[in-house]
């Protein structure tokens, strides 16, 4: 079946412009998440969806920043005036059933790299 | 604070050896996962171990968890070149109404033919 899809897989950007990185879950998995992966950083947790409901967004590294998922599928994370720093690849996955269930395999997508001139 | 720490962060072995990387954690979780990373592609889900004691196996790659010690280990079995890969590990947890999923260093792996 289909897995975690992300677009684009590439995206390159001036300083100063908003960008908007898509994730479509797996088809019925009703929980999302948002991880970025830099050299400097490692994987880092940014922020998690329960259908539309993202409880906690004190991971995202700052309030250029946002998140929102609509219909219980696909999420948008949204970075605002970009800068170099926000370079990185952004990753998202989804699970079948809430961060809560005892067995929560998470998927991953194939990921955004986000370039910031 | 939830931290995750592996180690080796680098691993270089000859074909057909064994080894081990070790994961330890901050804090209390019954939950921990590893993944494979090959260069350029995303993570794939290797191992969820779900309670202290567990062990899984899959073809040379053997995963435990030990929650009293906060420790699991991802042993390599007679390792092969398509081993070759960046392994993490990873641990959530959900406390004070906040949900964390934090990922260790990383250990790349290399294996030489």
């Known amino acids: 079946g289909a897995g975690v899809s992300q677009s684009p897989s590439n995206k390159v950007t001036e300083k100063g412009k908003d960008v908007e990185l898509r994730c479509d879950p797996i088809?019925?998995?009703?929980?999302l998440y948002w991880y970025r992966q830099s050299l400097g950083q490692g994987l880092e947790f940014l922020i998690y969806?329960?259908?539309?409901?993202?409880?906690?967004k004190s991971g995202l590294p700052s309030d250029r920043f946002s998140a929102e998922r609509t219909g219980g599928s696909v999420s948008t994370l949204t970075i605002q005036r970009t800068q170099q720093e926000d370079s990185a690849v952004y990753l998202c996955?989804?699970?079948?059933?809430?961060?809560?269930?005892?067995?929560?395999?998470?998927?991953f997508g194939p990921g955004t790299r986000l370039t910031v001139l | 604070e939830l931290k995750v720490e592996q180690n080796p962060l680098f691993l270089s072995m000859q074909e057909g050896k064994n080894y081990t990387i070790y994961c330890n954690y901050s804090t209390t979780s019954d939950r921990l996962y590893w993944y494979r990373q090959d260069p350029g592609k995303s993570l794939e889900s290797l191992f969820v171990?779900?309670?202290?004691?567990a062990v899984k196996q899959e073809g040379r790659l053997m995963a435990s968890l030990d929650t009293k010690a906060r420790l699991s280990t991802l042993h390599i079995t007679a390792a092969v070149h398509d081993l070759s890969a960046t392994y993490f590990c990873a641990v959530d947890s959900f406390a004070s109404g906040t949900y964390k999923y934090i990922f260790g260093t990383g250990t790349r792996l290399k294996v030489l033919a």
């Open positions: 969806f329960q259908g539309n409901s993202a409880p906690d």
């Open positions: 171990l779900l309670s202290n004691g």
């Open positions: 996955a989804s699970s079948l059933m809430s961060y809560l269930d005892y067995y929560n395999e998470q998927f």
């Open positions: 088809s019925g998995h009703t929980a």
